[in-house]
């Protein structure tokens, strides 16, 4: 499976993004799917995970309330919605997909990862 994450940008304190992630490769459907961020000098951040068919989710404590994971199996293709940006939110955001079946949090439960995309929030 090959990632492309994509919809980055720079967004001021309160505003909205929606990351995307395209994914090539047999069997999309069969992977969970997850994105994780990693802020300059700082460790890699769960921020959120969907099950293969998108009927389980899971949320990093950092985004609860203001970040929606969504998929689109048919598209293959993996969304991140973030709302009320942060300033805290800067990072560059990658997704992932696991074997793993369920919601994935763990990183090296991980087996694919993208490029990764770059979020700036200014206040």
């Known amino acids: 499976v090959q990632l492309q994450a994509s919809g980055g940008g720079l967004v001021k304190a309160g505003g909205s993004l929606r990351l995307s992630c395209a994914a090539s490769?047999?069997?999309?459907?069969?992977?969970?799917m997850g994105w994780f961020r990693q802020a300059p000098g700082k460790e890699r951040e769960f921020v959120a995970s969907i099950s293969w068919s998108g009927s389980r989710t899971n949320y990093g404590d950092s985004g609860k309330g203001r970040i929606t994971i969504s998929r689109d199996n048919a598209k293959n293709m993996v969304y991140l919605q973030m709302n009320g940006l942060k300033l805290e939110d800067t990072a560059v955001y990658y997704c992932?997909?696991?074997?793993?079946?369920?919601?994935?949090?763990?990183?090296?439960?991980?087996?694919?990862w993208g490029q990764g995309t770059e979020v700036t929030v200014s206040s």
């Open positions: 992932a997909a696991s074997r793993v079946s369920g919601v994935v949090v763990t990183a090296p439960e991980y087996d694919y």
């Open positions: 490769g047999r069997s999309f459907n069969w992977y969970a």
